[in-house]
């Protein structure tokens, strides 16, 4: 069974800090796609990122990193330089090679307070 | 592209009384629809698997009278709460792959719903 654990329930930071969120996951599948979403306010999901399991290059998009390592079966994603809109829950979320189902973590609610 | 709508984007009913939700692909041919749940700061929960053309594949625990889903066309998804009871009041969102798409999932911007 496919299993996503987010340990951190929630997190609050000052503007400007750097913040990791955490995701472990657990599949027997050779092949899988790992995915981080935001939730605003809102509620609607925001596409982040997606890496599969072939691929361990970390990864960065502006103030976005993503750390992925197979041998701990981590995807952690850091906000460098947070803001007061970066406030929102984050799902780390995990799919089989055929994208039947996408299984996601409880989700870690980050506070940035100016 | 690759756009997912939702109607209504919220709605309130009286208890006893059915709501169907729609889930549109804008812009593209959506084999696979999903529909998920997702109660008060949880995580979200999928419900249902919808093939085009097909019966909906239901996850376990989840009533497939009380929550009708049909898959009618490659745009169109819809999830029909039947005798809504409060406990049913939660934020529904689906999704849509594209076709010949193995793990891309669309979301589409969620529907609210309040029995009351």
């Known amino acids: 069974a496919q299993k996503v654990t987010q340990a951190q329930t929630e997190i609050s930071v000052v503007e400007k800090e750097d913040v990791t969120l955490d995701c472990v996951y657990e599949t027997r599948d050779t092949t899988y796609y790992l995915f981080w979403y935001k939730q605003p306010p809102s509620g609607e999901l925001v596409f982040l990122i997606r890496r599969n399991s072939f691929d361990e290059q970390n990864e960065i998009s502006g103030r976005y990193s993503w750390n992925f390592q197979k041998s701990t079966s981590s995807f952690n994603f850091t906000i460098t330089a947070s803001q007061v809109v970066d406030s929102a829950v984050y799902f780390c979320?995990?799919?089989?090679?055929?994208?039947?189902?996408?299984?996601f973590g409880a989700g870690t609610i980050l506070r940035v307070k100016s | 592209g690759a756009v997912v709508s939702q109607h209504p984007s919220w709605v309130i009913c009286k208890s006893g009384t059915s709501v169907k939700i729609e889930c549109r692909s804008l812009?593209?041919?959506?084999?696979?629809m999903f529909w998920y749940r997702q109660f008060p700061k949880q995580s979200l929960m999928l419900m249902a698997t919808s093939n085009e053309g097909s019966k909906a594949t239901y996850e376990q625990g989840v009533e497939k009278d009380k929550f009708l889903i049909n898959h009618a066309s490659l745009t169109l998804s819809t999830l029909t709460v039947t005798s809504a009871h409060p406990e049913d009041s939660s934020f529904y969102i689906c999704?849509?792959?594209?076709?010949?798409?193995?793990?891309?999932?669309?979301f589409g911007p969620g529907t609210r719903l309040t029995v009351t």
């Open positions: 979320a995990l799919s089989s090679q055929y994208g039947n189902k996408l299984v």
């Open positions: 999704s849509a792959r594209r076709k010949r798409s193995h793990y891309e999932q669309y």
């Open positions: 812009d593209f041919q959506a084999t696979t």
